[in-house]
């Protein structure tokens, strides 16, 4: 495996994806070279909004009254 350090932060994430869906098919040597390649992502980009931010929760809507009025 190349140096880490040579690939820009796209070709990185890229190949980590590539890496991934590797070790999804059962090579584990895949899934080591994914979890460094996404490792050093972390390490340079820090956390994303997409790995560990919370959800944000959507404003509770009070349900209208029916239309009609029970007796």
Known sequence: ME??????????ASSAYVWRMRARQ?????NEIAQAMEAEL????????SMSGPLE????????????RFW
């Open 57 to 68: 929760l959507l404003p509770q809507v009070k349900p209208k009254a029916p239309w009609w």
């Open 3 to 12: 140096s880490l350090d040579g690939l820009d932060d796209e070709e990185l």
């Open 42 to 49: 972390r390490r340079r980009l820090g956390s994303t909004p």
């Open 26 to 30: 059962g090579d584990r040597q895949a």
